[in-house]
Structures are given as structure tokens and as C-alpha cells.
């Protein structure tokens, strides 16, 4: 009997033992940390953390930080990043862990371009997205050699350019502004200089660059086509350096480094154009030649952005980041007869303001959050002034201004969780409260007897709309093959006592088929709550934004896509995507009606209507070697509806959209051999625009009155476009930095694009005996245009 008792008391011990050591096999636990630059101290966005022995990986997010849960035992890291060294290290897993990684440049790799594969490669659930490296950015040769990221990323499939040289882009078939861009994360309404001719993003302050067409992850929101999140720089923990660039049309100084060295660092970057500043001399000369008085005027525009990156410790950091822009026209002539001296004034400027603050905490190693309170403001203001002062003391100044802009104050708390190597969680929501300011006119009189001295302003009052949103999404390897990312968006926009609610579904799915070659299908459902007044393909300081109201209702899109990927033997990216999306509600004036940046009455003077565009999209990359660059095209679709009872165009009739091209092909190649030198070539090619021309008119033989006969909206196409633009780089290793040396030429075989067509009474022509009183005339902004720029890093 007691022999027994010692059986079952081992028989229990033995099973104890073997049930905690299994436990204690299968415990896991948790890696965390960031993953920065050894040179900068820069945090590395979306560089992944794989262990070589399980297959399970992470990618750090926006901050730089990675999670990734483990069995207990032997892991074997693989870091890596593009552009930097890869790191490898063997560990024995035996507790959660706080592992920091610093990775090294790699020379080898400094020649990789535009590489998809940290966001859009076969791997990854997510399609339709693609991470742009800034140098790379940096290398394509762009008018006036004016380095530009938004004409940079028209060179991707589905990305269109606007008119020639502008820097809009347009999404799939969306419009200018469908598109949602987010400077660290907060919105920016106004992204243009000059008309759209330069985009308001300086390079030099810029970390990261990531452009969504579609497939959007469910934590973004309020656009329909396009998503553009730009990260800048936090600033070199090391030390104190910078670059100093001259070019043809602007200035740019950058400065980083630490305040308080490993815990407080800086970057500023600053741009101005100068050409104001080298033709005053001129103006002034001809105004004096001319009698005109003394005359000062020009045009300028600058980009300030600031950023300070305090770091509490590896799981805590404080970041506060500032930028802005104007553009602004000025011109001031004074007269003076000796008697009397009289002072006209023309004052015109525009631009953005954004402040952020934001707290990084890591609450556990498996949980990240990313609180951010932010201010936005685009304001724009015109004034006109005429000012008269005496020998005596008698004076009189009047002036007259308009003012409208649009103010954001934004709360948003953004989580990520990792729960697994097989789950990776965001959530979060945000708070945006919208303070629309119509068009306010102001008049000032002030004079020396101060009887008749004015101060008033009229227009209308403020309009205050609430944002509301949140979101939730995970991203779930299923199996080793198939992977999803499933999430929602809940929105609602109130304002004037009108509610509107959106609950916008988003799924995405990747299947691999073997190693190198996966297919990919995604859905995305998209709202948006504030439309664009706007006459003009340009940029203008007078459009205005504008909220949804109890008439006009917000614009929703449906989009799905399926795509294959395929990796080449590991040196040429592949993929096919199709694509197509329906848009609802979408505004274009009414026949007729204009907009010259007055609000008043505009609900009356715009009609609501259905879009769709559908195409296929073709890319071919290489990312490694001294010879690096892309081939693309895009064949697409994008038409107009406006059928509503009493909102019709074109009689209810379907008509192809302002930029609806067919073809676009853009072709982009880097070389470089060496440090010393490099050379990049980008050609495109696309279908012509569509405009509204009247072909044929006709004369009435009683009255003699002309009318003209115009098929249907939009039934002009013009001439296709295409340009060659070049560009080297010479780089030589000075005692305390590099000098960089950059010629550029744009449009190299000088061919004269259509900026506009028109027709003109005041051209007439012969053509088989028959005479013409009129013609279309093509009008072309920009032939072949060199540059040169200097540039000093150190």
C-alpha cells in the first residue's frame, strides 16, 4: 500500500514537472524597441525587425518603434532598412526585452530609388501605397531645378499631373482636393506656391514620404482619392551640421542637432525665392525712367518648418513642430510733385500655419500611444490702399482688404497594439472642431482732421462645424500565405444643425502564390465633409473651402482594387493594378455660373453629381545597382454625371473629366558610378486634356448674329504631352562637408506643350481655297529651361 502511495506522488510530481515545463516552453514574451540611424540618431519608419527562426516579423511605425512577441528560447534578429546596413543578432529569449538598434548607411545601397516595398511589396497586406525615398526625391531633375515632392510622386502610375509644370496631383480620377495631406500627421489645406508651380513641402525637412491611392488603412480619413502622410526630420542627436543650397528661383538654409546631446534635438529648414530682391533695382530704375516715382514691388514666397524631439527615455518623447508658409505680392508707387506726394498700395498674401505637440508612451511593451493636440490655420488676405500726405500736415490714407481662411484646433489619440507576431492593432479616434471664415471685406479711411475716419468691416460670420472619428483595425497573418487587414472608420460632421453621420468599411488581402509572387485584393469605402470653390485649373488664393451644408451633402467614394506582385529574381519589382471607384456627390458650377472668392450664394451656383473612373496601372522597378529607376503606365478612365432634377449638365448626358487622360507612361533612370557623380533622366508621356471648345458657329442671314454650337461639355481634347528632362550631380568632399554641384534641364528637345487652347478671332487662315476668320490657337508656358544649383553640406 505504501509502495502505491510513492507511485501516485511521483506519478503527480513527474506530471507537474512536465505540465510547468511545457507552460514554461510555451511562454512567450515580448521585444520592444526603436530602431534609429547611428549617424543622425533619426528614428527609421517601417524598418523591419524578422526573426530568421519562427518567420515572424514587425515593421517600426511613424515613431520609429517596433514590437514583436516570441516564444521563449533562441531568436534570430534580422534588421534591416533601405539605404543601411543590416543587422543580425542572436538572442536567448527568456523575459521581455528592451532592444534598441542602430543601424549603419550603407554605401552599397546609397543608389536605391523609389523602392515599394516597405509598404506596398508582395508581403504586405496593404496595395495601391508606396514609401518615397526623400533622396530620391531630390535626384529627379524638376523645372528650375526647385526640388518638388509632389512632381516627383506625378511620376507614379495612377498620379496625374494637372496643367503644365503645375504641381497638383490627381489621384485615380479624384480632384485637387480630394486629396488629404498630413504634415506629422496634421492637415494642410493650401500645399501650393505661385499658382501651383512649386509645392509648399520643403525636402530638406523631410524624413519620410508615404502616398495612399487606395486600399486606406481605416485610420485615415476625410478625403476620397489620396492620402499623403510627409514626416520631417527630428534633428541629429550627434551633432550640429546642416546644408546651404543657392538654385535659380530660391534659397535654402537646413540646421539640426543636439540641444541637449541623446535628449533634446533640433532641425529648421528654411526656402525663399529671391527674385523680388535681385529685380528691385531694376523696377526701381525703370520707375524713375518712366516718371513713375519711386516703385516697390515684387512677388516671394518662403517655407519655414521647426521641429524639437525631446526624449524622456526610450519609451517617452515629447515633439513639438511648427511650419509655415505664405505667398505674398506687393507693390507700392509713390508720386510727388513737390506739393503733394500720393502712395498707391497692393497687398496680396496667402498661406498656412501649423503647430503641433505630441507625447510618444509606450504603456507596455505590446502597447504604443501617440497623443497629439495640433492648430491649423490657411488664411488669405488682399488689400488695396491709396494714400495722400501734404507739405503740411494734411493726409489722407484709405484702404480696402478681403480676408477668408479656414482654422482647425485638432485632439487625437492614435494606439498601436501588438498582441502577437500574427496581430498587428491600431485604434484610436479624433476631434476636430472647423471654423470656416467666409469672405469678410474691411474699409479703412483715416485722414489728418480725423472727421471722417472710417473703420468697418462686412461679410459673414464664422461658421463652426465639429469633427468626430474613430477607428479601429488589424492586421492578421492568417496562415503563412494569407494575410488581411480588416478595420472601419466611424465619422460625423455636424454643423448649422445638420448632422452627418459615416460608418466607412476597409478591407484589404494579400495570398502568396509562392516566395516571389502574391495577388492582392482590396476595398475601401471613403466620406469627405468640405468641398473646394474654385474656378480655375491654378491654384488661387481666392478658393475657398467650404463645409457641407442642409443642401450640399458630402462627397463618398467606393473603390476596389486587385493587383499581382511579383519580385524578380530579387532585382526588378513587378506589379499590375486594377482598379476602379465610384464617387458621389461631387460639385461643378452650374453653365454659366462663376466664382470670384465670394461664399455668398454658392449652394445656388453649383450643381451635385456622380464621377467613376476605373483604369490599370503597370510598374516595373529596379532598386539596387549603379543603374536604378522605374517604368510606368497607367491606362484610365474618368467621366461625369449631373442628372439631378434640376442640377443637369450636358442634358444628363455622361462627360469625360477636365483630366481625363488615357494614356500616361513615365519613365525614370538614375546612374551613378561613384561618389563623385551621378546623372537621372525622367521622360513622360500623356493623352491631352479635355476642355470645352465650340467647334462650329454660325451666322444668322437676317440679324447677322453669330452663335456657336458646342457638342457636348468637355468634347475638346488636346494635343498629347511629352517631355525629356535631365540632370547631373557633381559631389566633391571638401575639408568640413560636400559640395554638390546639380545642373538640370527641363523639357531638353524644347517641346511646346498646351498650356491652354482658345479659340481667336484675330487668326484667320486658307486651307483648300476656303478662307477662315478664326482659329484655335495653343498657347505653351515653358520651353527647354536650364538650371544650376549649389549646395554645402556639412
Known sequence: MQTMTHIRTHTIIFAVTMFL??????????????????????????????????????????????????PRGRVALRVSYVGYKTLYDTIELVANREMNVKLESSVQLQTVTIRADRVSSHRSSQMSAIDVPVDNIKSVPVLFGETDVLKA????????????????????????????????????????????????????????????KGSFPARFGGRLSSVLDITTNDGNDKKIGGDISVGVVAAKVNLEGPLYKDKTTFNVSYRRTYFDLLMQPMIMAVGLAEDMGRTNMGYYFYDLNAKVTHRFSDRSRLIASWYSGDDKIYARVKYNDGYQSETVKLGYNWGNMVGSLRWNYELSPKLFMNITGAYTQYRNKVSVGYETDGKGSDFSDVEMSYN?????????????????????????????????????????????????????????????????????????????????????????????????????????????????????????????????????????????WVPVTA????????????????????????????????????????????????????????????????????????????????????????????????????????????????????????????????????WVFSSGNVGTLAMQRFVDPETGAQSSYIEHRNNFRMPAYHRLDVGVNFHKQKEHGVRTLSISVYNLYNRQNPFMVYRSSSHSYTLNGKHYNSALVQLSLFPIIPSLSYNYKF
Open 21 to 70: 515545463c511545457s507552460a514554461l516552453m510555451a511562454q512567450n514574451y515580448t521585444i520592444s524597441g526603436t530602431v534609429r540611424a547611428t549617424s543622425t540618431g533619426e528614428t527609421l519608419i517601417s524598418a523591419t525587425v524578422y526573426d530568421m527562426l519562427s518567420g515572424k516579423g514587425a515593421l517600426t511605425n511613424a515613431q520609429g518603434r517596433y514590437s514583436l512577441t516570441l
Open 153 to 212: 510622386l506625378q511620376l507614379l502610375p495612377g498620379v496625374q499631373s494637372g496643367t503644365e509644370g503645375l504641381s497638383g496631383i490627381y489621384v485615380r480620377g479624384g480632384g485637387p482636393d480630394q486629396n488629404l495631406f498630413l504634415l506629422d500627421g496634421v492637415p494642410l489645406y493650401n500645399v501650393n506656391h505661385l499658382g501651383g508651380f512649386f509645392s509648399a513641402f520643403n525636402a530638406d525637412a523631410i524624413k519620410n514620404v508615404t502616398l495612399y
Open 404 to 544: 477668408s481662411g479656414i482654422r482647425d484646433i485638432t485632439l487625437k489619440g492614435d494606439f498601436d497594439y501588438q498582441p502577437g507576431p500574427d496581430h498587428t492593432v491600431k485604434f484610436g479616434g479624433a476631434y476636430v472642431h472647423h471654423i470656416f471664415q467666409p469672405e469678410v471685406i474691411g474699409l479703412k479711411e483715416e485722414s489728418s482732421d480725423h472727421e471722417y475716419d472710417i473703420d468697418t468691416a462686412v461679410g459673414g460670420s464664422a461658421i463652426h462645424a465639429e469633427e468626430m472619428s474613430l477607428y479601429a483595425e488589424d492586421d492578421w497573418s492568417i496562415s503563412e500565405a494569407f494575410k488581411v487587414n480588416v478595420g472601419v472608420n466611424v465619422t460625423g460632421f455636424a454643423v448649422q444643425g445638420s448632422f452627418y453621420p459615416s460608418l466607412q468599411p476597409r478591407v484589404s488581402g494579400r495570398y502568396m502564390l509562392n516566395e516571389d509572387l502574391s495577388v492582392k485584393v482590396g476595398y475601401s469605402f471613403m466620406t469627405q465633409y468640405m468641398h473646394q470653390l474654385s474656378n480655375s485649373s491654378i491654384s488661387l488664393p481666392t478658393d475657398l
Open 551 to 682: 443642401k450640399i451633402e458630402p462627397m463618398y467614394a467606393h473603390q476596389v482594387a486587385a493587383g499581382v506582385f511579383y519580385n524578380l529574381m530579387g532585382l526588378v519589382d513587378l506589379s499590375m493594378e486594377l482598379y476602379g471607384k465610384n464617387m458621389e456627390n461631387m460639385l461643378e458650377y452650374r453653365d454659366g455660373a462663376s466664382f470670384m472668392g465670394s461664399s455668398t450664394g454658392w449652394e445656388e451656383k453649383v450643381c451635385m453629381g456622380d464621377g467613376w473612373s476605373y483604369g490599370m496601372e503597370l510598374l516595373a522597378q529596379r532598386s539596387i545597382g549603379q543603374v536604378t529607376g522605374w517604368v510606368g503606365y497607367t491606362l484610365s478612365r474618368t467621366m461625369r454625371r449631373f442628372d439631378r432634377e434640376g442640377q443637369k449638365l450636358n442634358d444628363g448626358e455622361p462627360f469625360p473629366a477636365k483630366y481625363d487622360r488615357r494614356h500616361d507612361i513615365s519613365v525614370m533612370v538614375s546612374y551613378k558610378p561613384s561618389k563623385k557623380f551621378d546623372a537621372s533622366a525622367t
